[in-house]
């Protein structure tokens, strides 16, 4: 079993950053990809960033890309996300989450990963 914990959200206005952090813990081995996703009421959840965990290699998606870094700590199990340029549009529950599948495409898709943590908010203001 793998355990994630979010932290990090919060209110900031456009413009600003915000860094979340991401504890991993339990059969941290077995973990190929980290990733950040986020879910707006009545939307689905959306790929933002992932990591491969040996190598480092990280995806983006279209919406963040330039703006938000995906980044881990082997050391402290932790994976970060870095928020740059925050816009109103990015105001979102932000969730981990880890899979122990090396997938070889698409690793942005929520259906690839089998844990996930409670999620923290993020809000941005005009």
């Known amino acids: 079993q793998v355990q994630l914990v979010e932290s990090g959200g919060g209110s900031v206005q456009a413009g600003g950053s915000l860094r979340l952090s991401c504890a991993v813990s339990g059969y941290t081995d077995s973990i190929v990809f980290l990733g950040w996703f986020r879910q707006t009421p009545g939307n689905e959840r959306e790929g933002v960033a992932a990591?491969?965990?040996?190598?480092?290699?990280?995806y983006y998606s279209d919406s963040v890309e330039g703006r938000f870094t995906i980044s881990q700590d082997n050391a402290e199990d932790t994976v970060y996300l870095q928020m740059n340029s925050l816009k109103p549009e990015d105001t979102a529950m932000y969730y981990c989450?880890?899979?122990?599948?090396?997938?070889?495409?698409?690793?942005?898709?929520?259906?690839?990963?089998?844990?996930w943590g409670q999620g923290t908010q993020v809000t941005i203001s005009s």
């Open positions: 990591i491969v965990t040996r190598g480092g290699r990280t």
């Open positions: 989450a880890a899979s122990d599948y090396l997938w070889s495409s698409r690793p942005l898709t929520p259906q690839r990963y089998k844990y």
